[in-house]
C-alpha cells in the first residue's frame, strides 16, 4: 500500500513539474511573441514618419544643406547646387536615407513607450513611478543632442572642406555628406543619453555617486581631450562645445544619480 501511494505521488508531483515547466514555455512564448508584436508596432511608426519625412524630403535637404560653405562645390556657382550626385541611383537612395534618419527620430517616443510597456510588467511601483519621466527626459536629452549636433556641424564640415582646398578641387556627393550627417547626428544624439544610462548603471549596483564624484577631476580631463579628438576638424569651437556639453553630461548623471536612486531606496 505505502508503495502504491509512493508511486501515486510521484507521478502527480511528475506532472505538476511537467505543468509547471510548459507554463514556463508558454510563458516565455508569450513574452517572444508581445515583443515581436512591438518590434512590429516601431517600425510601423518608423514607416509611417519616414514616409511624412520623405514627403518634405526637399525641405529637409535643404535645411540640412545650410552648414555647407560656397566652396564646397566648385561647379555650384553655375549649377546652383552645392552638392552633386555620381550614380544613377545615388539621388533616390540619399533622399531615401535622409528621411529614415528623420523618421527613426521622429518615432523615437513610439520606440520608448513600447520598450516601456514590455518592461513595465516586471518592475516594482516605485521603478514604474520613476520610468515615465525617465521616458520624457530622455527624449529631451535626445532632441537637444541633435540640435546641438547641427549647431557644431557647420565647423567641421567647413575645415574638412577647406583643408585640401589648394590641392585638389571640392566636388562633395550628396551620398557622403548626408551619411556623414546623419552618423554625427545620431551620435550626438546618443551621447546625449549617457546620463539615463550611468543612472541604470547605478540602480544595478554597477557604479555611484559617490565613484562618479570622487573620479570627478579625471572624468572631466578625459573627456576634454576626447573631445579634442573625437570631433573631425581642427577648428577650436567644436571640442570646446562637445567637451562643454559632456562636463555637463556628467554632473547631471551625478544630479540623476542623486534623485532616482536615492527615491528608490526609500521607497523600496
Known sequence: ??????????????????????????????????????????????????????????????????????????????????????????????????????????????????????????????????????????????????SLAYVVLRYPVQWLINFASDSFTPLVTAGSYFTFVAIFILIFGLIFELPLVLTFMARIGLVSKETLQRKRAVAHVSMWVVATFATPGADPYSPFILGAAMSLLYELTIIFIRFFVKQEAIEA
Request: proline letters at 4%; hydrophobic letters at 50%.
Open 1 to 146: 500500500m505505502q508503495d502504491s501511494l509512493d508511486i501515486l505521488n510521484s507521478t502527480s508531483q511528475q506532472q505538476e513539474n511537467d505543468d509547471e515547466e510548459g507554463l514556463t514555455s508558454m510563458s516565455l512564448v508569450d513574452h517572444l511573441e508581445e515583443l515581436r508584436w512591438r518590434i512590429f508596432k516601431v517600425l510601423i511608426a518608423v514607416v509611417i514618419s519616414s514616409t511624412i519625412a520623405f514627403i518634405f524630403r526637399d525641405w529637409l535637404i535643404k535645411f540640412l544643406e545650410a552648414p555647407l560653405p560656397d566652396t564646397a562645390n566648385t561647379l555650384g556657382f553655375k549649377t546652383g547646387h552645392p552638392l552633386i550626385v555620381t550614380g544613377l541611383t545615388e539621388g533616390f537612395t540619399t533622399y531615401l536615407l535622409i528621411s529614415i534618419v528623420a523618421g527613426v527620430i521622429l518615432a523615437l517616443p513610439v520606440l520608448l513607450y513600447q520598450t516601456w510597456a514590455f518592461i513595465a510588467p516586471g518592475l516594482y511601483e516605485h521603478e514604474k513611478k520613476n520610468a515615465v519621466p525617465f521616458i520624457f527626459i530622455g527624449i529631451a536629452l535626445f532632441l537637444i543632442g541633435i
